[in-house]
């Protein structure tokens, strides 16, 4: 019985040291990791809003919540560029989650995938640079198209679906247009 009483006190030593070293780790780290994403943010704004410069789109918010991003020409808010959202659609592993600029009437401006942990060498090309190309060969499809009558192939539309993944190919598709569509309702109720 002395054995047990020793060993979980020993066991629970060990996860109290552990407990603290990660959460100090979380904490010298915590800093670091916003910083990213905020970098990571500018630079998906810009992609999606190509010809409006960064300090030039501004965040529309409700309840401190972001509702969409809107661009201008100047930080001045002249001469409107477009507008900025996120859409989320489920995958075939993952949530895939893309930064999307369309302009006043609709058309998509530019496109960038934020996060997506799909299938390896499949579900991951929704991202993926082909060799000799600057820009992901998936979503570029996607610029002057209108965003809110989006579809794969395979559905009748446009957009060319990867092969052995129509379901990553549907999903960013699908959260396109649902994610325009709350664009506008959000827009009728700030308006």
């Known amino acids: 019985m002395r054995d047990i009483g020793k060993l979980g006190g020993l066991l629970l030593l060990i996860t109290t040291i552990?407990?603290?070293?990660?959460?100090?780790?979380?904490?010298?780290?915590?800093?670091?990791?916003?910083?990213?994403?905020?970098?990571?943010l500018d630079?998906?704004?810009?992609?999606?809003?190509?010809?409006?410069?960064?300090e030039a789109i501004f965040p529309v918010q409700a309840n401190d919540?972001?509702?969409?991003?809107?661009?201008?020409?100047?930080?001045?808010?002249?001469?409107?560029i477009g507008y900025a959202f996120v859409s989320h659609g489920p995958g075939y592993s993952s949530l895939i989650e893309t930064m999307v600029g369309v302009d006043s009437l609709g058309a998509i401006l530019g496109m960038k995938v934020l996060n997506q942990v799909e299938t390896p060498g499949l579900g991951t090309k929704v991202?993926?640079?082909?060799?000799?190309?600057?820009?992901?060969?998936?979503?570029?499809?996607?610029?002057?198209?209108?965003?809110g009558q989006l579809a794969v192939d395979k559905d009748g539309g446009d957009i060319q679906s990867i092969?052995?993944?129509?379901?990553?190919?549907?999903?960013?598709?699908?959260?396109?247009?649902a994610a325009y569509e709350k664009l506008l309702a959000d827009r009728v109720k700030q308006d």
């Open 18 to 40: 552990a407990a603290t070293a990660l959460a100090g780790i979380y904490n010298v780290t915590k800093p670091r990791i916003e910083a990213q994403k905020a970098l990571e």
């Open 43 to 54: 630079r998906a704004l810009t992609i999606a809003l190509p010809a409006a410069p960064r």
């Open 65 to 80: 919540d972001i509702l969409y991003y809107v661009g201008y020409k100047t930080p001045e808010k002249k001469e409107l």
């Open 127 to 147: 991202e993926e640079t082909r060799h000799g190309e600057g820009e992901p060969w998936f979503t570029q499809q996607f610029l002057r198209k209108p965003a």
């Open 163 to 177: 092969t052995g993944a129509t379901i990553s190919s549907r999903a960013v598709v699908k959260s396109v247009v």
